[in-house]
C-alpha cells in the first residue's frame, strides 16, 4: 500500500477516529487503527467492539492496500509531524513507512485482514437532525447520566421518537434531565437506550453546524450516526428504560419564577465555602417576594437574597448545590421557573411548553444548624 495525504487531513482523520480506540483491552488487533486503501478512498477506522468510528479523508491512493497500526504510536507520530504532505507505505511484511519532509519513521504494522470491522448493518429510515441540534441535546443532558456500572441502564441516554418528535432523557437515581426537540418529518416511533459513552463521543466530533445534518438509523441492537465522511456504529444498551412519565407531576404548592443567571451565579459563589467531597446543601428559603439562599459549612457560611414572583406557599427547602448548576448551566431562558410540593419531594425546573423538564430531588437537612 502507499498513500499520499496532507498532515492536517491525516490527523483531522486520526482524531476522529482515536475516540472509539479502547483504553484496556486484551485483544491487541483492537489498538490499532485500521488504514483501508484497497478501493478508490481512504477510510480510517477503529473500533472497541461496543463503538466503532469510520472516517474518510482525502489523498491520493498509488498503490492499493490495508494496514493496521498501533493508534497511540500512529497518532503521536502525525501529530508531531511537519505541515506538509505525508506519505505512508507498507510492505508484505506489514513494515511501515511513514514520511513527511525530511521525517522518517518505520514501524510495524498488523494485518488488515485481522481487525474487526464496524458490523454491517441495514439502513432503514434516518431520523434527520441539525448537527448543532444533536450536539446541544447532548450536552443539556449527559451530566446527568450515572456512571455507576451497577445499573447499566443508567449509563445511557434514553431516546424516544414519537411521530414528530425526539425526547432525550437522562437520570442517575438523584436527578432527571429531559429534553425534546421538534422535528422536520413524521417518523415511527421508536426508542432506544444509547450509551453515554457514545454521545459523549459523538458530541466531541461533531462539528456543530447548524446548516449540516445527521442521519441517525436505529436497529434492534445499534445505532448508527452518520456526519459529513464519518461513520459512528454503537451498541445499544439492552433492557427497558425507566417509566419517566410516572415520575412527573404536574402538581406544587409554590411555583416561583427567578432570573437564571442571579441564581446560577448566587449559587456558584455559595459552592466556595465547600471543600471536594463535603456534602453540604445549599437551603432556599421561599417566601412572598424573596428566596434567601443559605450555606453552612466547615470553611464558612453565606447567605445571599434574590428577588423572585412567587405564587403558593412559602417553603424552606436543601439542595445538592451541583445538581442545581449542571441544570441551569444548559438552560438559556432569562428566567427560569421552579416547581416545588413540599422538602421531601422533586423540584422540577421547566419552561411552559416542557421543551425541557429538569427534576432535581430535595436532600434532608437539619434547620436547626442552618
Known sequence: MKIVCSKSNLLYGVNIVSKAVPSRTTMA???CILIDASTNEIKLTANDTELGIETKIEGEILNRGIIALDAKVFSEMVRKLPDNEVTIETDDSFKTVITCEKSKFNIIGKSGEDFSYLPYIERNQPIILSQFTLKEVIRQTIFSISDNDSNKVMTGEYFEITENQLRVVSLDGHRISIRKIGLKEVYENRKAIVPGKTLQEVSKILPGDTEDLVHMFFTDNHIIFEFGNTTVVSRLIEGDYFKIDQMLSSDYDTKF????R?????????TLLIKEGDKKPIIMNITDETMELKINSFIGSMNEEIDIHKEGNDILIGFNPK???????VIDDEEVCLYMVNPKAPCFIKDSDETYIYLILPVNFNAASN
Open 29 to 31: 488487533i483492537l489498538e
Open 257 to 260: 419564577t427567578i432570573n437564571r
Open 262 to 270: 442571579e441564581l446560577l451565579d448566587c449559587i456558584d459563589r455559595a
Open 323 to 329: 445538581f442545581f448548576i449542571d441544570a441551569l448551566r
